[in-house]
């Protein structure tokens, strides 16, 4: 059983930056996905970015070009920088795993493991 432990949320004004971290049980180089969620009251899980084994990254249209996903094989561990915050980027932020070989994705269904989540807001 693979246990993911983000940290690094809080509370931040718009145009801000701040660094999510997702701790690893595992080992992060025999995942083959690894990727952020983020869910607001009321509103589905959303994948904003991913990370694939070998390198490969995706982003959804809405953080694209203001948040970077990498990975530290050595720590196990997965980050999402996050630059220019918005309002609307406020949210729970929860970081996902899963070690089943292909393209990743943002489908839920595409990660079998989640970390608890971390809340992110931005204040205007």
């Known amino acids: 059983q693979v246990h993911l432990v983000e940290s690094g949320g809080g509370s931040v004004q718009a145009g801000g930056s701040l660094r999510l971290s997702c701790a690893a049980s595992?080992?992060?180089?025999?995942?083959?996905?690894m990727g952020w969620f983020r869910q607001t009251p009321g509103k589905e899980r959303e994948g904003i970015a991913n990370?694939?084994?070998?390198?490969?990254?995706s982003y959804a249209d809405s953080v694209k070009g203001r948040f970077t996903i990498s990975k530290d094989n050595a720590k196990n561990a997965l980050y999402l920088q996050m630059s220019s915050l918005k309002p609307e980027d406020t949210a729970i932020y929860y970081c996902?795993?899963?070690?089943?070989?292909?393209?990743?994705?943002?489908?839920?269904?595409?990660?079998?493991?989640w970390g608890q989540g971390t809340q992110v807001t931005v204040s205007s």
């Open positions: 990370i694939h084994r070998f390198g490969s990254t």
């Open positions: 595992e080992s992060t180089y025999s995942m083959y996905c």
């Open positions: 996902a795993a899963d070690y089943r070989p292909g393209a990743c994705g943002s489908s839920l269904a595409r990660y079998n493991y």
